[in-house]
């Protein structure tokens, strides 16, 4: 992989609820049930709150930014639909980066109902950008060796069966990530872990939470890991989880990459500035006024 900064920092950029819309290709009977539901709800509520304009500027943001790596969170679709997705590779097939750059993780609008989960659409679309370094029984956790960083890709995006957005890792994909996070070949570096859903409680209502997170906590206590990043909330959020020896965890959310509204939560995404043990923290967001991306945060994680 070609460094792009050479002498400076790895540059992390964080990407996370773009939520694309495109209905090509779908047919009426992909409407049926929760889609019908959540199709609507795209008409009426997401085309207003959130733009592809925005992810346009966004995208010319990151491009000028040249990230050594860019890691997408989930809920690149509303309703997974195909032609959802499709916008999402176009876009990425933008960003000026090479598919070994570039992580990709499903959120609960990419597991919308379970045929689709079941087809493994989601994982053949994107499966340039979920590659695994290290030997894998199942689609995730992917461990991705990127210079100094071990990227790990987590899923907890499962079709609910009802309107909820809660998430579930699972106890079998929570026993291979502690196996990928202590691998030997991981030892040294520093450790992603990427997850759609955030892994501690930051907003009440089950009906939207990761279920499993106090398993989830249990595992990084004993295995460690340098950052967690996730999206899901649709705002910027900073937590900590505890490592072995009671070592902090940044716990990072990014707010949605598409959203319109007010400057807290408006169109946003991440940068991590990753130098040796050191990380920090930048916000990049879209000014209304200039209609711009400017750094709206920068903060020392570790
Ligand atoms: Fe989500």
Redesign the pocket.
């Known amino acids: 992989m070609q460094r792009r900064n050479d002498g400076g920092p790895f540059l992390l950029a964080h990407v996370?609820?773009p939520h694309f819309r495109g209905f090509g290709g779908a047919s009426p009977v992909d409407f049926a049930g929760k889609r019908a539901v959540g199709a609507l709800n795209v008409v009426v509520n997401r085309v207003r709150k959130h733009k592809m304009e925005l992810l346009e500027a966004l995208r010319l943001d990151l491009r000028a930014h040249a990230p050594d790596h860019l890691a997408l969170t989930?809920?690149l679709a509303n309703v997974s639909l195909t032609g959802e997705w499709r916008a999402a590779l176009a876009w990425i097939d933008g960003c000026g980066l090479s598919p070994e750059s570039i992580s990709v993780i499903p959120?609960?609008?990419d597991a919308y109902v379970q045929t689709v989960v079941a087809s493994r659409e989601f994982e053949r679309l994107f499966a340039a950008y979920m590659t695994s370094d290290l030997p894998r029984e199942a689609d995730y956790p992917y461990v991705q060796l990127r210079e100094e960083l071990a990227l790990v890709g987590v899923s907890s995006?499962v079709a609910t069966g009802d309107l909820g957005?809660w998430?579930l890792i699972g106890d079998a994909q929570l026993a291979r990530l502690e196996a990928a996070l202590t691998a030997p070949e991981v030892g040294g570096k520093t450790r992603v872990v990427l997850i759609?859903?955030p892994p501690v409680l930051h907003k009440e209502g089950e009906k939207?939470n990761l279920r499993d997170r106090a398993a989830l906590a249990s595992v990084l206590a004993r295995a460690g890991a340098d950052l967690v990043l996730h999206?899901?909330?649709?705002e910027d959020q900073r937590a900590e989880l505890r490592g072995p020896g009671g070592r902090p965890i940044p716990v990072i959310g990014a707010g949605s990459a598409s959203y319109t509204g007010g400057p807290e939560r408006r169109s946003r995404y991440s940068v991590y500035e990753i130098a040796g043990r050191s990380i920090t923290w930048v916000s990049r967001a879209h000014d209304e006024a200039t209609d711009a991306f400017k750094e709206v945060r920068r903060e020392q994680l570790v």
């Open positions: 996370t609820d989930g809920d959120g609960n609008h995006s957005a998430g759609h859903h939207r999206g899901h909330d649709h």
